[in-house]
């Protein structure tokens, strides 16, 4: 998708503020942090939503939202995380191109999540 934003960051056309990258994903820091350390997790290729991502690529972007919420806790630290995921206009969905947040959790942060 050509005229798709995370498309351009994904495949580093657009740069971003990336914490991990590998030939299939790139993870980067949400520009409008809902917490300290935000991150996304983005597919280098195109799809609209979760329904689109093939099965082996949806079980791998989770299994590194497993990794890289470990290293979160280590490395700022943080308490907690939640970790979204946002399918459709109506569901919140603002970027139509897959992502999972990842957002770390502080005690008494009072983010709006
Ligand atoms: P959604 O609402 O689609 O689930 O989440 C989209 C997220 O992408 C939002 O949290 C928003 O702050 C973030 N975002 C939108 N445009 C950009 C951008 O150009 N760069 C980065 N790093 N994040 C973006
Ligand atoms: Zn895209």
Redesign the pocket.
Same mark, same amino acid.
């Given at each position: 998708m050509s005229d798709c934003?995370f498309c351009k960051?994904a495949n580093g056309e657009i740069p971003?503020?990336t914490i991990y990258e590998d030939e299939t994903f790139r993870v980067? =820091?949400?520009?409008?942090p809902a917490t300290k350390g935000h991150a =996304?997790i983005v597919p280098k290729q195109h799809y609209a939503n979760l329904c689109e991502v093939p099965d082996e690529t949806a079980a791998k972007a989770f299994i590194l939202a497993k990794k890289i919420v470990s290293y979160m806790k280590e490395a700022l630290p943080c308490d907690g995380y939640n970790i979204?995921q946002?399918n459709g206009e109506a569901a919140?969905?603002?970027?139509p191109h897959f992502?999972i947040?990842l957002i770390p959790r502080y005690r008494d942060d009072h983010a709006g999540i």
């Open positions: 934003i960051i971003s503020a980067f =820091l949400d520009l409008g =996304l979204v946002n919140g969905q603002t970027v992502h947040h």
